[in-house]
């Protein structure tokens, strides 16, 4: 009999109501939040940092690959060596989260081993300098 089950027990706690609430009120999105998104700046990161000649996101024996990760929809990324000189710039506008940098240079080149600065900037937001650090192995034409 399932009647028995909606009386209301004088010995149940909380007359058989959860004993939690809770609410969602205020949890939405926000958006045009300067503030967020200039804190938003401080999760953007390069991995792996360092690189060693080789990590997980390397398909290939002669692949050379690492990640700007966290970004937003558009931003624009520069990559500098220590000299001062661009090395690569990316225009990025889309809505991955992250970018592929091949270690190449803007004429296909791959770069040499040493230390980056990397300059991101979000248009109405704010920028972020990164430092990243690699070394790269020499290609070996024997195993291709």
């Not at 058989?16 to 999760?43: C, R």
């Not at 500098?80 to 270690?103: I, T």
Request: glycine share 6%; with cysteine.
């Amino acid at each position: 009999n399932t009647s028995t089950f909606l009386k209301p027990d004088s010995t149940a706690l909380n007359d058989n109501a959860p004993m939690f609430t809770f609410s969602t009120k205020g949890l939405g999105a926000n958006i045009n939040l300067t503030d967020v998104a200039k804190s938003a700046l401080d999760i953007i990161n390069v991995v792996p940092n360092p690189y060693y000649s080789y990590n997980e996101y390397e398909l290939k024996q002669t692949q050379k690959l690492v990640k700007f990760i966290n970004l937003p929809e558009k931003c624009t990324i520069s990559i500098y060596n220590l000299g001062g000189n661009l090395v690569r710039r990316y225009e990025k506008s889309d809505p991955l989260k992250y970018l592929d940098w091949n270690l190449e240079n803007s004429y296909g080149i791959e770069v040499a081993s040493g230390v980056y600065i990397i300059h991101i900037e979000v248009p109405g937001v704010g920028e972020k300098v990164l430092k990243w650090f690699g070394t790269l192995r020499p290609i070996d034409l024997n195993k291709i």
